[in-house]
């Protein structure tokens, strides 16, 4: 009885722990809010292709609207093989001027999707976020800037604007050392979210 009672508990901490609703009595930073819905919008059953290494260029950066009150409180990306060093992120409010914008510096893990916390960016439902990562000062070779991007199979732009579920992907654009290349891809650039 003990060892069931042990494994109940251990059983509803799980769930509880887990914040894929919009329920805001157990809010956590949900890495999947938006991840979710870039890897669905994206997928391969809608004509994309998830290119680990892509898009040569110091600044990748796109444009998304969640509709939905709350924080962004990580970010979660992925080195390429190439390139061991860090980027600066920045995550801005452009339709509030006086949310809380961030900016900071991160190294990721070459070899999966790696979520860091970050000062909170205060989201309202219906206000667009800028998200970039640029390389750092210092990269060696230009297969060093590429990045986790999703391109359509047949070469063509994304249709922006695409919605999932409460997220609005507006647009992508990518630059330094060329460009601007805007809308050819989507960065795969993961936010965690957590709804209030």
């Known amino acids: 009885m003990k060892k069931s009672?042990?494994?109940l508990s251990f059983t509803l901490l799980f769930f509880?722990?887990?914040?894929?609703?919009?329920?805001p009595t157990n809010n956590i930073c949900d890495e999947n809010y938006v991840t979710s819905a870039l890897t669905t919008a994206f997928s391969t059953a809608?004509?994309?292709?998830?290119?680990?290494?892509?898009?040569?260029l110091e600044t990748h950066e796109y444009e998304i609207q969640i509709n939905a009150d709350?924080?962004?409180?990580?970010?979660?990306?992925?080195?390429p093989s190439t390139y061991t060093g860090g980027y600066t992120i920045e995550i801005i409010n452009n339709t509030n001027n006086s949310a809380t914008n961030y900016s900071?510096?991160?190294?990721?893990?070459?070899?999966?999707?790696?979520?860091q916390t970050i000062t909170p960016v205060i989201v309202t439902s219906g206000d667009y976020i800028?998200?970039?990562?640029?390389?750092l000062p210092g990269y060696t070779n230009l297969n060093q800037t590429v990045g986790r991007v999703l391109r359509k199979a047949d070469f063509t732009n994304p249709p922006y604007p695409i919605t999932q579920s409460n997220?609005?992907?507006?647009?992508?654009?990518f630059y330094g050392a060329g460009g601007?290349?805007?809308?050819?891809?989507?960065?795969?650039?993961?936010?965690?979210?957590?709804?209030n």
Not at 47 to 55: S, T
Not at 130 to 135: A, G, L, S
Request: hydrophobic share 35%.
């Open 70 to 79: 709350g924080e962004i409180c990580s970010v979660g990306y992925q080195n």
């Open 104 to 115: 900071g510096t991160h190294t990721f893990s070459q070899t999966a999707l790696d979520y």
């Open 16 to 23: 509880i722990s887990c914040d894929n609703d919009n329920d």
């Open 167 to 173: 997220v609005v992907f507006s647009g992508s654009v």
């Open 130 to 135: 800028t998200v970039k990562r640029t390389i």
């Open 5 to 7: 009672s042990i494994l």
């Open 46 to 56: 809608n004509g994309y292709n998830d290119l680990a290494e892509w898009m040569d």
């Open 180 to 195: 601007p290349v805007p809308n050819i891809a989507q960065p795969y650039i993961a936010l965690g979210f957590k709804v």
